[in-house]
């Protein structure tokens, strides 16, 4: 019976009842969460790109070096330079909105045209895909990223087209392994004996209705892990490079004072790579229960 | 005939343990003997040897383990070193050094230590000049013409032509001739580089697997064996935690304590800070190649820009004094007739007006249609965080009088590159550090602009260049001290550099040490006379 639905109703639940119904409390917990998570950062995004902030980011001012949070109406402190905290926390979303935009839609759409040609025609194919991605996966991203660097320069977007590019496999892969797990329900026969073209079957009736969820998922772990890989690097000293902030920049040059008893330069930006990333994770994860496992029920 | 004795003497030595000659041995001084120095070191030495290494952090450890011909004291006076006298010639031109003939090599692996000769002094000096040998050190030494050996324990140096202060350029370290593996040249590759032997108080032992240097005890050091009897050097790939590796015990010393440690390390009694002044400054160094900074008002605006002061008490507690020109404060060259510019923002703009500059739609200065932004690179190993404080309250100051300033960090060797070979840049932020003898002219002079030369801005001014030169040749100290007074004005005016600061140093270390004196530049040159009390020694 299953079998019929999925190709009658094409995505739709046996059940009646709306997603968010059916789901786990658990999971929409995370869902909330994570969502909540996503409109603070939209909230900052659009906060720093209309410069509504507490305080002028680069402000310089050398009577307030590493000020606890609090003094002179900066909230959280500032920094080694006196700039204030909160409005660098927020103006740092730039550097990781559309980098992290560019290597999502890197991976996604070069990984799920990847994916579908080697699900949907098999055979040569695959198994060039397969060599690519082995390929790909075979460097260390973090070397990789270095390599970038010191051929051009440490520019985010480089390092943001690195992380897209390495994070293609893994997309490919679920792409191609849905496929696979959907020719067995013979829809895909079905449309083709409809007489329906092929560019269609594979836009609408697979990715459309089959793998958005998937992709979805996808891109919200991509974020965290654009955030994340900006955070190493920035340890390193090549990420986002001053005075232009970012949480990873923050975290590292904060460091240098936490022993000294001064530790919210360094906490508070720690903590929002933290939140966030969390909240892109269990987002992730949530939805993946809610969406993914529903077709299997 | 006096080697031979040298020889047999040294074998009975060993045999019946009992030092040859009197100094040789114990310091005899009643301060204790034993105990162990760990220090924390900014990084790994890529060299030992006094020849090759070009880095502050060799230049220590080669302190510890060789000697020159003659030494510098505490009060900066010329001492005998391994040269117990020796004698100028009346017109100046000829040096004649009478060796200690008590001095032994530190043992080689497995092999008897052998004396130290003047073969040991010709060879060295021919091995410094030879065109295949890595070293910074060519050019300090072509004003001699020849060295000769006039018996085992006499050598005679020749000078081109008579230079003042001569006798201070002898402190180079002597190498011996059964060292290098290669009889003529010393690269980088040869094994001595990193096994070296030497006449110093201190025997290079091992280098462990994290990298530590193991220095041990020349029982045989020639001015009697130091009193510490292990010297090990800790390098520390974060800097940031070095401080804190010293309060908890792991090193006993700190050979530069970062600024914003002080105040940690001052409220604690367990420590003691001693600062010494490295003849040394702080610049913003400009490309005089682009056209942006070609005009000299260009650059002393930049330098009435800064509030260098208020970075100087914000970022390194006022550790430090404001330098108007090219020479290190401290330096007897240094004209204190020349105020460094005040902090004058609205100067600065007039000057720009001056120039031809006019503020753009967007705030910036432009002339003809040019943006007044320029690219300001720096090393990215360097980028402790005072760096990233200077340059970035740098680029704030400018920015207020409307120049836009796009800060790069760059990887080490990448920035080498681009600053001394390719000379993509328009501001640099470095320092120099300066031996004694006040040399200027690999800086300034106009011959010295070129791939890999120290004058990276290109700055090229006739009336610097005689000066240089004059102040090179002549005799006459007050004369040279006229001539520099009058180098330093011109240089002030010019604003080659915007000339920051120098800061004054701190060594931090642990209070059991004791009789501790430094070196302002070799930093270690006075260690085998510290100590450290018995019932501390653990």
């Known amino acids: 019976m299953t079998r019929y639905s999925q190709i009658a109703g094409e995505g739709r639940d046996a059940s009646d009842l709306p997603v968010w119904r059916s789901a786990d409390t658990l999971d929409l917990a995370y869902v909330g969460y994570g969502l909540l998570i996503v409109a603070l950062v939209l909230v900052s995004y659009v906060l720093g790109v209309f410069n509504w902030l507490p305080h002028d980011p680069e402000q310089i001012r050398f009577d307030l070096l590493n000020a606890p949070p609090g003094?002179?109406?900066?909230?959280?402190?500032?920094?080694?330079?006196?700039?204030?905290?909160?409005?660098?926390?927020?103006?740092?979303?730039?550097?990781?909105?559309?980098?992290?935009?560019?290597?999502?839609?890197?991976?996604?759409?070069?990984?799920?045209?990847?994916?579908?040609?080697?699900?949907?025609?098999?055979?040569?194919?695959?198994?060039?895909?397969?060599?690519?991605?082995?390929?790909v996966d075979s460097f260390p991203r973090l070397v990789l990223i270095l390599l970038v660097i010191a051929a051009f320069k440490a520019d985010i977007y480089y390092i943001m087209i690195i992380v897209g590019v390495t994070g293609v496999p893994v997309v490919a892969s679920l792409v191609t392994g849905k496929i696979a797990f959907l020719r067995q329900k013979h829809f895909i026969e079905a449309a083709h004996v409809l007489g329906l073209p092929s560019h269609v079957i594979v836009l609408k009736h697979i990715l459309w209705h089959h793998c958005a969820p998937l992709l979805v998922i996808r891109a919200t772990i991509g974020m965290g892990e654009a955030i994340l890989i900006e955070t190493s690097l920035s340890y390193l000293g090549f990420g986002v490079q001053e005075p232009m902030p970012s949480w990873g920049n923050m975290v590292q040059a904060g460091a240098n004072y936490f022993f000294q008893g001064k530790f919210w330069p360094s906490t508070a930006p720690a903590l929002a790579i933290l939140l966030t990333i969390l909240g892109f994770h269990l987002l992730g994860d949530g939805l993946n229960s809610i969406l993914e496992d529903r077709g299997g029920k | 005939?006096?080697?031979?004795?040298?020889?047999?003497?040294?074998?009975?030595?060993?045999?019946?343990?009992?030092?040859?000659?009197?100094?040789?041995?114990?310091?005899?001084?009643?301060?204790?003997?034993?105990?162990?120095?760990?220090?924390?070191?900014?990084?790994?030495?890529?060299?030992?040897?006094?020849?090759?290494?070009?880095?502050m952090v060799s230049l220590r450890i080669t302190e510890l383990v060789f000697n020159g011909l003659v030494g510098i004291d505490e009060k900066q006076e010329i001492v005998p070193e391994l040269a117990e006298r020796w004698e100028a010639s009346k017109d100046s031109r000829t040096y004649t050094f009478f060796l200690r003939k008590d001095v032994m090599w530190h043992p080689k692996e497995g092999e008897e230590a052998k004396p130290f000769t003047?073969?040991?002094?010709?060879?060295?000096?021919?091995?410094?000049?030879?065109?295949?040998?890595?070293?910074?050190?060519?050019?300090?030494?072509?004003?001699?013409?020849?060295?000769e050996k006039l018996s085992d324990y006499g050598v005679q140096f020749t000078l081109k032509r008579p230079i003042l202060n001569a006798l201070a350029k002898f402190s180079f370290k002597v190498i011996p001739k059964h060292g290098p593996s290669h009889p003529l040249y010393l690269t980088r590759e040869d094994p001595f580089v990193r096994q070296p032997i030497g006449t110093g108080p201190f025997v290079v032992k091992t280098i462990t697997t994290d990298r530590e240097i193991v220095l041990v005890a020349n029982e045989n050091y020639f001015k009697g064996r130091s009193h510490i009897n292990k010297f090990i050097s800790k390098p520390f790939a974060d800097q940031n935690i070095m401080t804190q590796a010293l309060m908890f015990n792991a090193i006993?010393?700190?050979?530069?304590?970062?600024?914003?440690?002080?105040?940690?390390?001052?409220?604690?009694?367990?420590?003691?800070?001693?600062?010494?002044?490295?003849?040394?400054?702080?610049?913003?160094?400009?490309?005089?190649?682009?056209?942006?900074l070609a005009d000299k008002r260009v650059r002393q605006a930049f330098t009435y820009a800064v509030n260098r002061q208020e970075v100087l008490d914000s970022f390194f507690n006022g550790q430090g004094t404001l330098v108007s020109g090219p020479f290190a404060p401290g330096s007897w060259a240094y004209n204190?007739?020349?105020?460094?510019?005040?902090?004058?923002?609205?100067?600065?703009?007039?000057?720009?007006?001056?120039?031809?500059?006019?503020?753009?739609?967007?705030?910036?200065?432009?002339?003809?249609?040019?943006?007044?932004?320029?690219?300001?690179?720096?090393?990215?190993?360097?980028?402790?965080?005072?760096?990233k404080r200077v340059v970035l309250a740098f680029q704030n100051y400018l920015k207020n009088i409307g120049v836009a300033v796009k800060v790069e960090f760059k990887e080490w060797q990448a920035w080498k590159e681009s600053v001394f070979q390719e000379h993509d840049f328009d501001i640099i932020f470095a320092s120099w550090v300066f031996d004694d003898s006040a040399d200027i002219s690999s800086l300034f002079h106009s011959a010295e602009i070129g791939a890999w030369k120290n004058n990276f801005g290109g700055y090229s001014n006739p009336e610097v260049d005689g000066l240089i030169v004059e102040s090179k040749l002549t005799l006459d100290h007050e004369k040279r001290r006229t001539i520099n007074r009058k180098l330093h004005a011109i240089l002030a005016e010019e604003a080659p550099y915007t000339f920051l600061w120098t800061l004054t140093n701190y060594s931090g270390y642990h209070k059991k040490l004791r009789r501790v004196a430094i070196h302002p530049y070799k930093f270690f040159s006075f260690a085998d006379e510290w100590f450290i009390p018995a019932a501390d020694q653990k």
Do not use: W
Request: net charge neutral; charged share 20%; hydrophobic share 40%.
């Open chain 1, 71 to 135: 003094s002179a109406g900066h909230l959280l402190g500032t920094d080694f330079l006196g700039r204030d905290i909160l409005s660098r926390l927020i103006v740092a979303i730039q550097a990781y909105f559309l980098p992290g935009l560019v290597a999502i839609v890197i991976s996604l759409v070069v990984g799920t045209t990847l994916g579908a040609l080697a699900g949907y025609r098999g055979g040569g194919v695959e198994v060039l895909v397969t060599y690519f991605n082995n390929l």
């Open chain 2, 252 to 292: 006993d010393m700190v050979v530069l304590v970062n600024p914003r440690d002080i105040p940690e390390l001052q409220g604690d009694k367990r420590f003691v800070l001693q600062p010494y002044n490295a003849l040394s400054y702080a610049f913003f160094g400009y490309n005089l190649r682009s056209p942006l």
């Open chain 2, 118 to 147: 003047a073969d040991d002094v010709v060879f060295t000096y021919k091995i410094m000049m030879h065109p295949k040998t890595t070293t910074p050190l060519k050019v300090r030494y072509e004003f001699i013409e020849s060295v």
């Open chain 2, 336 to 387: 204190l007739d020349v105020r460094p510019l005040p902090f004058d923002p609205q100067k600065a703009v007039a000057l720009l007006r001056q120039a031809g500059f006019a503020p753009g739609p967007d705030g910036t200065l432009q002339k003809d249609g040019k943006k007044l932004t320029l690219s300001l690179k720096v090393p990215i190993e360097k980028e402790s965080e005072a760096v």
């Open chain 2, 1 to 55: 005939m006096n080697k031979r004795i040298v020889v047999v003497l040294s074998i009975l030595a060993v045999v019946v343990g009992t030092p040859p000659v009197s100094p040789a041995g114990p310091k005899n001084d009643g301060r204790p003997d034993g105990g162990t120095l760990g220090y924390g070191e900014y990084g790994r030495p890529s060299t030992l040897d006094p020849i090759t290494s070009n880095e």
